[in-house]
């Protein structure tokens, strides 16, 4: 079994295991899945090549900065939260970053440009009466997660394989789990689809690296 498919079983397993304490609402087993799952999609990032070319290094640092902020999001305070949101943030400016060095197509950037733009629109109407304090902290994560999406489409849009746009794109309807669990309504059904939409988008943008040498 090659390194990439170990770290793919490890997420598998630790997302089963945080599943499993979410519903049993059991902060154990969450504070001991949530990280193994996490860790798994890093080493399935170096089991398809991270450390062999600028891309994968770059992706590797988003998804050693999102599993920092899976960390985080353990805890329940508001400091932990910013602390979560920030590193989640900064993983997407690394996403940026290797997506962007790739070739972009123009038209296919800025036609997703203006569809994400009336989507993010829409997010920030419905979240932010609910969220008044973190406007700013949630409007600056809103801006680079579009930056993010839009880099990727362009991306694929110019040849990139397909998992860069696709892992985006899951990887941001995830976010709406976690912006809908913290400020409009928690509860269990938002883990339900939002944990496994997240950690195949990060499983899928890990296998990217696989198909983009460079």
């Not at 990439?4 to 089963?16: D, F, I, K, Q, S």
């Not at 504070?31 to 798994?40: C, D, H, I, R, T």
């Not at 999609?41 to 290094?57: H, Q």
């Not at 669990?181 to 689809?193: E, K, P």
């Amino acid at each position: 079994m090659g390194l990439n498919a170990v770290g793919e079983w490890m997420t598998a397993l630790g997302l089963a295991v945080l599943f499993y304490g979410e519903w049993k609402d059991r902060p154990g087993l969450r504070a001991a899945g949530k990280p193994f799952a996490s860790l798994g999609f890093i080493v399935a990032a170096i089991g398809f090549g991270a450390l062999e070319s600028r891309y994968g290094n770059i992706v590797l640092v988003g998804l050693v900065l999102g599993a920092i902020g899976d960390v985080c999001l353990l805890g329940s305070a508001k400091k932990y939260f910013i602390a979560g949101l920030v590193s989640f943030l900064l993983g997407h400016v690394a996403y940026v970053v290797a997506f962007a060095g790739l070739p972009i197509d123009t038209t296919f950037a800025l036609v997703s440009a203006g569809a994400i733009a009336v989507v993010m629109v829409v997010i920030a109407r419905w979240v932010f009466p609910h969220a008044p304090d973190m406007r700013g902290p949630i409007g600056a994560y809103m801006l680079v997660i579009s930056a993010m999406c839009v880099v990727a489409i362009g991306a694929g849009g110019a040849g990139a394989p397909w998992m860069i746009p696709v892992g985006a794109l899951m990887f941001t309807a995830s976010d709406i789990a976690v912006v809908r669990d913290r400020f409009v309504s928690n509860g269990f059904v938002n883990r339900l689809w939002g944990l496994p939409l997240y950690y195949a988008a990060q499983l899928i943008i890990a296998w990217s690296i696989m198909a983009v040498r460079g």
